[in-house]
């Protein structure tokens, strides 16, 4: 198992093709958010045309709910330590999470490097649910971490790291 020694990534993906939220992926984060009780929501993503695309379709799903915040984060960049403080110290119940990959696992590893954010209060979408991308946070490292494929099934992760698809929605 590997151990969190750094926030910053020692390997990467290779180049992913982007693609905005589906309405299925999009309704299925709304379901699931309402799910966890959520009523304000902080929207994350890459800063891509397509992911802020992506947070500004889910801002606008979100509805009758409050967007706490909503904050894009570079693909590469040195630290992440500025967009992971201010993340973290949004006023919500939840955070939903966008792509692309490298972006999110570099943030994400931030999160969990240098803020009191804890997973169990995220909600991935389907550009950062898939097993390659997690692993570049490490499953371990996301206890409760939740998502929704782009084809708007619902997953969790359970306790013993495994990925299991969720029929509660």
Known sequence: MDTLTSPLLRRHLGAQPESSVTDAETAALITLARSHGAQTVA???GRT???LDSARVLSEAWGQGKVALELSWPETATAWLRQ????????????IMLGPPLGWAQM?????WSTPWKPAHALLAGAVSDRDTLDLVGLHNLPGIAGVTREGHPWHLDTDDRIVTDART
């Open 84 to 95: 992971a403080t201010r993340f973290a110290a949004a006023d919500a119940d939840l955070w």
């Open 108 to 112: 994400t590893r931030r999160l969990l």
């Open 43 to 45: 929207i994350g993503s």
């Open 49 to 51: 045309p397509v992911a």
